[in-house]
């Protein structure tokens, strides 16, 4: 996370800015440049629940969250800690990267209005570069991991199914590292960690590394985008 943050990143996140604020991306890209178009699953479920969860972690869980706070059919997003103990679930620990933790958010939908997989299409194209391993951008360690945390054995074999017919695409330059595990535990972040994004939008670290991603929501995948953030504050 926040850190001494080098000139180039500087430079490269204020040209990604620019260019998602003038349309100039291509429609097919390397991973990593946060506008890609992916299809959608061809395996995905029909919910008649009125709400189901789904826990996705790609890096640090404030980019994440302030990703799916703007997701139609979202109405609620923690940021949190999956896998590993209660005892050692505290972001001081955490990042020690010998819990076992992965950096995550719990993310509350109504399945009438969204389905899991396209949750899974915006995770893997717009809110984590999933070809890298054990890493996110400048966050390194296996707490900021690619992973589904699968709350049921559908989930499991949604996300299973959907990370083959991506590699299958040829659409990333390299295979898809994600893991898919089943759901044991998540334990939610301190408090200060909430809402992060939208509480701190001109913070180095959000302007460089999240920012693109909620652009590239918004323009890459419109028929989803919701303008005002499902805050945790207000649930």
Not at 141 to 159: L, N
Not at 171 to 186: G, S
Request: proline residues 8%; glycine residues 8%.
């Amino acid at each position: 996370m926040p850190g001494n943050t080098p000139l180039y990143l500087v430079m490269a996140a204020a040209g990604l800015i620019a260019a998602f604020g003038t349309g100039l991306f291509p429609t097919r890209v390397a991973a990593g440049d946060l506008n890609k178009p992916v299809p959608a699953p061809v395996l995905d479920t029909v919910n008649d629940a009125e709400t189901e969860v789904a826990v996705l972690a790609g890096g640090c869980f404030w980019g994440q969250q302030g990703v799916f706070q703007h997701v139609k059919g979202v109405t609620r997003v923690v940021s949190g800690y999956s896998g590993g103990a209660k005892e050692t679930a505290t972001y001081e620990q955490v990042a020690s990267e010998t819990t076992g933790h992965a950096e995550a958010v719990e993310i509350t939908f109504d399945p009438k209005q969204v389905s899991f997989g396209t949750l899974l299409q915006i995770y893997f194209s717009v809110a984590h570069d999933p070809t890298q391993l054990d890493r996110q951008g400048p966050d390194h360690g296996p707490s900021y991991r690619s992973q589904v945390v699968a709350a049921t054995p559908r989930q499991a074999e949604i996300a299973r199914a959907y990370i083959a017919q991506l590699d299958a695409t040829g659409l990333f330059a390299k295979a898809i590292v994600t893991r898919v595990e089943p759901l044991t535990a998540f334990y939610p972040a301190e408090d200060y960690h909430q809402d992060y994004l939208v509480r701190n939008p001109d913070a180095p670290y959000i302007r460089i590394n999240d920012l693109p991603k909620i652009a590239a929501l918004k323009q890459v995948w419109p028929q989803y985008w919701r303008p005002d953030p499902v805050l945790l504050a207000s649930n």
